[in-house]
Nanobody, 128 residues
Framework: VQLQASGGGLVQAGGSLRLSCTAS????????MGWFRQSPGQEREFVAA????????YYENSVKGRFTISRDVAKNMVYLQMNSLKPEDTAAYFC??????????????????????WGQGTQVTVSS
């Protein structure tokens, strides 16, 4: 599967952005899907994930209640709606796909190394 992230930009604190991840080559229903972010000099960190069957979502604590991950299988796209953005959300955001078929289709990994396919990053900059 090939992934392409888009939708980043410059926004003021308190604003919103919606990131999109367009998948091609295979249906996203075959994968757990995740969003990660990375700031310069920092390790890539987990933001949100959705399970292979779409039935469960996972969030990093600092984005709970502000970010929402969703998917549209028909369009083969994954989204990250980001509200109430903060300057500390500034980073390059990456979408990724995990091909592992876990025993539970409701499980999605939060570990970057467990993801197999990555899109290029899209930059999100939040000004104070």
């Amino acid at each position: 599967v090939q992934l392409q992230a888009s939708g980043g930009g410059l926004v003021q604190a308190g604003g919103s952005l919606r990131l999109s991840c367009t998948a091609s080559g295979r249906s996203i229903s075959s994968y757990g899907m995740g969003w990660f972010r990375q700031s310069p000099g920092q390790e890539r960190e987990f933001v949100a994930a959705i399970s292979r069957n779409g039935g469960r979502t996972y969030y990093e604590n600092s984005v709970k209640g502000r970010f929402t991950i969703s998917r549209d299988v028909a369009k083969n796209m994954v989204y990250l709606q980001m509200n109430s953005l903060k300057p500390e959300d500034t980073a390059a955001y990456f979408c990724a796909a995990d091909r592992t078929w876990y025993s539970s289709s409701l499980y999605a990994s939060t570990v970057p190394d467990e993801y197999d396919y990555w899109g290029q990053g899209t930059q999100v900059t939040v000004s104070s």
